[in-house]
């Protein structure tokens, strides 16, 4: 996938190379050549990646990384640390400062396109998230991107795909400081353990006796089951070639054996991190979803759901059958209440009555906030008979136990009125349920409240 | 990225020499020996890809692509068709049929790859909104996937990038037809053009004087105005490497010139569809975190999105300086309207009600429904004198004109009552403030209803 890159060196001949280099590869790119003004693009919104000099005077590329990945706007972007050192010592200051990978000068091109392919595609998946995600920070719905930054990375679920038992020990021995491993050297049996799920991240060795491993690698991303946990290749130095064919189809990351234990540690967090940063953003959208059909103050589902709802399971004829009840539900003299002890106490009274109706109600029944004090419970599968049976235990248990109030300071006696409907061979629609409901909820409250009333037959 | 590609052929010779070659590339496969059992696959969401024969006994590879892409559950699942003739005719009945693309057989492996790897990756972006879709249609809040079949991919607006003007007004004659173009010669300003926004495709020339339309199109991939502007590459027969470069950095899709008219309308077609659901999806998703906050009666905001604002309202410093105002508005003997009147002209006056507070306020106020019959309304910059004005305003306007109800076969008097406060210096929070204006609205209620009254000095 084509990409904005930037490049940043306070060199201009390393800039001038990785320009060419990319965009001979059709990557667009755009330079910067010290920290702040490379802050200021990412900032901005300006690339897709970052390929990062270590050594510049002022600020120097771990700082900038740190800076980068501690900041919600620009946690996302993917950082490419690169330096004339190939010190182990600086590949893990980058990769604790956040760095997603590490190129040594003179950079090697296919090591370099490979890993920027690479990370640009994730980069894709996620960004469409994000933007979802963006969305409902902007409607005051929770700030999901601040999870990025706040993730530590640390006490993941680990598979470890490997069947040489020295080497599997002594990356399962330094993982367990932080992270709970299972070591499976069977490839198909950990096929099946990954399918079965809960596991945060796998390392997979590619020289397993007898089966390929990046042919498991290219089963896991393959299927739904398995697709968003992040995979680590460990190979020998001389495999890089099937390394960077992995990472062409889009396995995440690498280990070069022997495993530095310190780099062990660091890229795993790095993965983990964004894979709970990916299910977070995804988290958050299904939350925003679910508020859409949910009323604030009492957590019951809203009007918008019961009218969805309901509408469609009129629409079902096999419905049809079994029968179909409505109960509205109305606090007497809730204006007094609000009157008396005050809006809050009001809201408190709802909410509790809201939980006394849920724990009388079936999780297949409908309970909406329908009105100010008016709550609406549909029963499927339940005749006349039975919804006033449950109507009246609702009422007897409303009456019983007095309402507390202003942090358990006062109790309230609270009583309800209840209108009981079923649905007729002859409706049109649930509005016609609903009104009989009505009806039989101004009888109760004519008849002189706390009481259950039918429709008429 | 890797996937699973399902192999339909009823020829088993075939169906294995596709899974062998797949295979090698570490794509997943699965294989279906007819129509009816390849459909099968797909609805159960078992594949991310179908290499599709021609001539099969029974249902035919039209008849299958045809039933895929008319099926909501289906028709996000890239389909190429194969054959053994390559026959214009063909190719136009697969793509009429809805198909991604077409193979001939003997099938050439780098065209084979190259068209699987850039459908599967477009896929993976679609996917993870498609997700999300689905989770708004289990909630009950509209059916964006209807949307995907529903879409005829006709009057897009399309940017022609070619400088060949035969070449440019044989194309732009055939796509007027359903289409509005624009062409564009010169690279640069079709850049400028294509960033200005509004068009649905581009297609662009690998032939222009002087210019790589590949880094054209690399640049409208990279850049966020464009990303999602769907690129077609129209190229002459010896350039195919060009064109599997292009497909490879997600160009989606290419002509072979010289352009055959149909098959220029079909791919066009197809890709504008594509384009069409995908902002649909997003459009979607975008309207489901706006009905969180909105409240469904009146279209007014609701409470969960007055808490959020008013919240951060309050907690920026800067706006303590302008003022900042509340009015809580009650509509008075609302009870009594509903009782009179049903729930339903209770719900009208409601409806009515809250356009005319909208009608009395600027953008930049929070108008929300705050409980049954409450509107509250959020005046930032606004002194008591100035909310007492418009408090004032939008009492008169309500007490003026009766409200018609039951479908204006009747009209009912309303009236408001008011309280007004203004944050003071002392306030921990703001539900100071909005005690203050409801102790002040229970003063207008006690003096006699349809009055304005401030919190006291």
Same mark, same amino acid.
Request: charged residues 30%; proline residues 4%; negative net charge.
């Given at each position: 996938m084509?990409?904005r890159v ?7 001949p390393n ?6 280099k990319?965009?001979l590869?059709?990557?667009?790119t755009i330079?910067?050549?010290?920290? @702040?003004?490379?802050? *200021?693009?990412? /900032?901005?919104?300006l690339?897709?990646?970052v390929? $990062?000099d270590v050594?510049m +005077? #002022?600020m120097d590329g771990?700082?900038?990384c ?11 972007i993917p ?6 050192l190939?010190?182990?010592?600086d ?11 590490f190129?040594?000068?003179p950079?090697d091109?296919?090591?370099l396109?490979?890993?920027v392919?690479?990370?640009v595609?994730?980069k894709a998946v996620t960004d469409e998230?994000?933007q ?8 005051g719905?929770?700030? @999901?991107?601040a999870? *990025?930054?706040? /993730?530590?990375g640390?006490d993941?679920?680990i598979l $470890?795909?490997?069947d040489? +038992? #020295?080497?599997a020990?002594?990356m ?6 932080h992270?709970?491993?299972t070591?499976?050297?069977d ?6 353990l ?6 945060d991240?796998a390392?997979v ?9 990046l ?7 393959s299927q ?5 946990m992040p ?11 099937r390394?960077?064919?992995g990472?062409d ?7 070069m054996r022997p ?5 062990l ?6 993965q983990v991190?964004?894979?709970r940063?990916?299910?977070?953003l995804r988290?958050a959208m299904?939350?925003?979803l679910q508020?859409?059909?949910t009323?604030a103050l009492t957590?019951l589902?809203?009007r918008?759901?019961l009218d969805?709802h ?6 079902d ?5 079994p029968?179909?009840?409505?109960l509205i539900?109305d606090?007497?003299r809730?204006k007094?209440i609000n ?8 809201d408190?009274?709802?909410?509790t ?15 909406a906030?329908?009105?100010?004090e008016?709550i609406?419970?549909i029963?499927?599968?339940a005749?006349l008979?039975e ?8 009422r007897e248990?409303?009456e ?17 009125s209840?209108?009981v409907?079923?649905r007729?061979?002859e409706?049109?629609?649930?509005g016609?349920?609903l009104?009989?409901?009505d009806?039989?909820l101004?009888?109760a ?6 009481r259950?009333?039918?429709?008429a037959?």
């Amino acid at each position: 996938m084509s990409a904005r890159v930037l490049i940043v060196d306070d060199l201009f001949p390393n800039v001038k190379l990785l320009e060419t280099k990319l965009g001979l590869e059709y990557f667009d790119t755009i330079a910067a050549m010290n920290g @702040p003004d490379a802050i *200021a693009i990412c /900032e901005k919104g300006l690339c897709d990646l970052v390929l $990062l000099d270590v050594m510049m +005077p #002022g600020m120097d590329g771990f700082e900038v990384c740190r800076y980068l990945k501690n900041n919600p706007v620009t946690a996302h972007i993917p950082v490419v640390m690169v330096t004339a050192l190939d010190q182990p010592s600086d590949r893990l200051r980058g990769l604790d400062a956040g760095a997603d990978d590490f190129l040594t000068k003179p950079v090697d091109d296919t090591a370099l396109f490979s890993r920027v392919r690479s990370l640009v595609r994730l980069k894709a998946v996620t960004d469409e998230l994000r933007q979802r995600a963006l969305a409902s920070r902007e409607f005051g719905i929770g700030d @999901p991107l601040a999870l *990025a930054t706040a /993730e530590t990375g640390l006490d993941a679920r680990i598979l $470890l795909i490997e069947d040489r +038992p #020295g080497s599997a020990e002594r990356m399962a021995g330094a993982l367990r400081q932080h992270h709970a491993v299972t070591i499976e050297p069977d490839p198909q049996a950990a096929l099946r353990l990954a399918t079965e799920g809960g596991f945060d991240l796998a390392l997979v060795s590619l020289d397993l006796a007898g089966f390929d491993g990046l042919r498991l690698c290219s089963q896991l991303r393959s299927q739904d089951a398995t697709r968003a946990m992040p995979l680590i290749m460990v190979a020998e130095e001389h495999d890089r070639a099937r390394v960077v064919r992995g990472l062409d189809f889009g396995v995440h990351d690498f280990l070069m054996r022997p495993v530095d234990r310190n780099e062990l540690m660091a890229r795993v967090r790095t993965q983990v991190k964004r894979k709970r940063f990916t299910d977070a953003l995804r988290g958050a959208m299904q939350a925003s979803l679910q508020l859409a059909v949910t009323d604030a103050l009492t957590g019951l589902h809203n009007r918008r759901y019961l009218d969805n709802h309901l509408g469609a399971l009129f629409a079902d004829e096999a419905a049809r059958r079994p029968g179909l009840a409505a109960l509205i539900l109305d606090i007497d003299r809730f204006k007094a209440i609000n009157d008396s002890y005050g809006h809050e106490a009001g809201d408190e009274v709802l909410r509790t009555f809201a939980e006394r109706v849920r724990q009388d109600t079936r999780p297949v029944d409908i309970v909406a906030r329908y009105g100010g004090e008016e709550i609406v419970v549909i029963l499927p599968e339940a005749g006349l008979a039975e919804a006033r049976a449950i109507a009246e235990r609702i009422r007897e248990k409303v009456e019983a136990l007095p309402f507390s109030v202003q942090r358990a300071t006062r109790t309230i006696p609270v009583t309800v009125s209840i209108g009981v409907a079923i649905r007729h061979p002859e409706d049109a629609g649930p509005g016609d349920m609903l009104k009989r409901a009505d009806i039989a909820l101004y009888r109760a409250k004519a008849a002189g409240r706390n009481r259950v009333e039918q429709q008429a037959a």
